[in-house]
């Protein structure tokens, strides 16, 4: 492993000072977006037509290779130090088309569910999506450290 990291680390090195690998992290984060909007739409047509994409290539498979991109992205932009911020404006009406489009693939996908389950399952759903919301894009609060005078 050590003769490894000896081996790559100069060429790395070259690849960053030539600004090769910020170009690559832009690319593979506009790549990932497009990616994960596919997947969207993909999801959808699977979910409104069952077995229209599977038959022809896993979404599993798909979307694996995006959580794995995703980790490579993030593992580059710490190597650069480049980081994005993420601010939510809830005024957005991307974040409004994007919450009725997981309500109705919800709602779809709930209808052949006994009528007892259903509000457990959609409580579930939305407790998980607000600890994500709140692991995500909570803010956090500091407390002011006291001084001694």
């Not at 832009?26 to 229209?52: C, D, K, M, S, W």
């Not at 022809?56 to 995006?66: D, H, M, P, V």
């Not at 995703?70 to 404006?89: A, C, R």
Request: charged fraction near 10%; proline fraction near 5%.
């Amino acid at each position: 492993m050590e003769a490894l990291k000896k081996l790559l680390a100069p060429h790395i090195a070259t690849l960053k000072q030539n600004g090769l690998l910020t170009v690559c992290y832009a690319l593979l984060a506009e790549a990932l977006i497009i990616g994960f909007l596919g997947f969207g739409a993909l999801f959808t047509i699977e979910t409104l037509l069952p077995t229209f994409v599977t038959i022809r290539f896993s979404l599993t498979q798909f979307f694996s290779i995006l959580i794995l991109l995703t980790f490579v992205l993030s593992i580059l932009g710490h190597f650069l130090d480049i980081s994005f911020e993420s601010k939510m404006n809830r005024k957005n009406p991307w974040l409004w088309i994007g919450l009725i489009w997981m309500l109705g693939i919800l709602l779809i996908s709930l209808y052949k569910f006994p009528p007892l389950t259903i509000p457990f399952i959609i409580a579930g759903f939305f407790l998980v999506g607000f600890l994500f919301w709140k692991i995500f894009f909570g803010q956090e609060k500091t407390v002011p450290k006291k001084q001694n005078h």
